[in-house]
């Protein structure tokens, strides 16, 4: 029986052209969304892109545009061709500037206004226009620098502004026991386990009420029943996960796709394990049903950011490595939920050892060898006892990991299977085994094993690189597509007998690094 999927990135917020940083989350994302629909899961992946708000607003008028004239050329250019680059097969793509996300704001808020949780009042505070958010005293770091003096947000190392605006307001302060209710009773609702923790003291600090709407400036959604105010941009934004599949507009959809897991960066986990929520209680909603909080990608020890001129464009890295050798490295190199530091110098070190050495050698060695030894047939013999069990065993621990969100150790689990293959024709030494004819069904054995072992792995990381997996998949006999293949039966695979040939998957680099 297949089960629902339902499966978010964060909506990524269009001032400026993306960077790695996004790429890895989008990349993670896409690795699950294709997993699960491998299971058969009834699985959809949503991203978009949030335009509205007061930095965009200001970045828009800094380039002599109209902020939907900014959007629409971000958008075009920058963010829907990354997913395009990465080969991230996302089911949606919404904008918040879509008429569809605009009528479940409406919506959503007229319910929430009915209910009795919003009201008017008055509000001083200190807001980081970068963020989007009000920012509490323990947000706040001493500057340097030409900021030196001066506080500032600990994110974007730059000042904060003094807000002062009669809003409207949400009653966030009457859902802190509920919210902690939430956590104890569904511990894996937060992870990993250091977001948890972080996001359930916040919340045990207390939560004051939430100011969800702005009449200083008029780039947004419109509140319902005072077009003075325009919608809190993180207020509206959050709703993109059901404004994009059918709240208040079509319920079966909603019912199908909802609720879902949401993968974020940990700096924004809190407003979607605290904020959120309560936004979804309030509405009586299902609550979602992870929020995963993954770590930065440094660079130079500081996190990714165009502000700080550490962002690296990701055709940076396919250009050089090629896609699947991108979302490979970014799939297996960090422990995901972890911060991990990016750099050229171990990229370079992986895609050599890993993929030219360690996949890309054994696929051409044992295809090779199929030919010479067998003229391209596949010995219809079981194989080695204890490479059957190892598949087996790295096909339950890969799914295993999916399960935990540990998609580095389900990378780990898949490449075990080769590390163990190349090992494994050093020590049986086909090409001395061919030139006894007493060893002929050892040699059978030996290669039906290797070919049995390639074909586990290539479905295995088929989600993770699409490409490479279907060319690996082909040359050992798989039929048809790879990404159709159930892959928690793996290492039970039949092909059609016979090998065919396996382009060069990962070819030598000789400069890694683009020239400075």
Not at 44 to 73: C, F, Y
Not at 251 to 269: L, M, S, T, Y
Not at 357 to 364: D, H, I
Request: proline share 4%.
């Amino acid at each position: 029986m297949s089960e629902r999927f339902t499966v978010t990135t964060p909506i990524y917020y269009v001032n400026d052209v993306p960077h790695i940083g996004h790429a890895y989350n989008e990349v993670a994302t896409d690795v699950l969304a294709r997993w699960h629909r491998m299971r058969g899961d009834d699985t959809w992946m949503l991203t978009g892109t949030d335009e509205h708000g007061q930095k965009i607003m200001r970045t828009a008028a800094a380039n002599g545009v109209s902020p939907q004239e900014w959007t629409d050329r971000l958008v075009e250019t920058a963010w829907k061709p990354q997913l395009e680059l990465l080969n991230i097969a996302n089911d949606d793509f919404i904008r918040t500037t879509e008429e569809r996300h605009k009528a479940g704001v409406r919506i959503f808020l007229e319910r929430l206004k009915d209910a009795g949780y919003i009201y008017h009042g008055e509000f001083e505070g200190q807001y980081c226009v970068g963020c989007e958010e009000y920012k509490t005293a323990n947000d706040l770091v001493p500057g340097t620098g030409e900021f030196e003096g001066q506080l500032v947000c600990a994110i974007h190392s730059r000042p904060i502004e003094v807000v002062r605006e009669a809003n409207y307001f949400f009653k966030l302060s009457e859902f802190g026991d509920r919210l902690l209710a939430l956590y104890d009773e569904r511990p894996d609702y937060v992870q990993p386990e250091h977001v948890r923790n972080e996001v359930r003291q916040f919340v045990k600090q207390g939560l004051t009420d939430l100011s969800i709407s702005r009449n200083t400036f008029d780039w947004g959604i419109k509140v319902p029943w005072d077009e003075s105010h325009v919608v809190y941009v993180w207020f509206e934004a959050l709703l993109n996960y059901i404004t994009a599949n059918g709240y208040g507009v079509d319920d079966e959809q909603f019912a199908r796709r909802w609720p879902a897991v949401h993968i974020v960066g940990k700096d924004i986990a809190r407003f979607h394990a605290v904020i959120w929520p309560a936004m979804q209680m309030a509405a009586g909603l299902p609550i979602s049903e992870h929020v995963f909080g993954h770590g930065w990608l440094l660079v130079g020890g500081e996190k990714m950011s165009k502000s700080k001129a550490t962002g690296i464009e990701p055709r940076q890295i396919t250009d050089v490595f090629g896609v699947d050798a991108f979302r490979y490295y970014f799939s297996s190199a960090i422990a995901f939920g972890s911060d991990g530091s990016f750099s050229w110098e171990d990229l370079d070190a992986r895609y050599h050892s890993e993929l030219a050495n360690g996949l890309g050698n054994l696929a051409s060695r044992v295809i090779a060898m199929v030919h010479k030894y067998c003229d391209g047939v596949v010995p219809d013999v079981a194989p080695d006892d204890a490479i059957r069990d190892l598949v087996t065993d790295a096909v339950g621990r890969a799914d295993s990991a999916i399960d935990r969100f540990a998609i580095d150790q389900a990378v780990d689990a898949a490449m075990a299977i080769v590390e163990r293959l190349n090992g494994y024709i050093t020590e049986q030494a086909p090409w001395v085994l061919a030139k006894d004819e007493a060893q002929r069904d050892r040699l059978a054995e030996v290669l039906a094993s290797n070919v049995h072992g390639i074909g586990a792995a290539a479905i295995l990381l088929a989600p993770i690189m699409p490409a490479s997996a279907q060319a690996l998949w082909a040359a050992v006999g798989g039929e048809g597509d790879v990404l159709e293949q159930p892959i928690r039966q793996a290492h039970e695979w039949r092909g059609t007998g016979r090998v065919t040939t396996v382009p060069p998957l990962f070819p030598r680099i000789e400069q890694a690094a683009p020239a400075a």
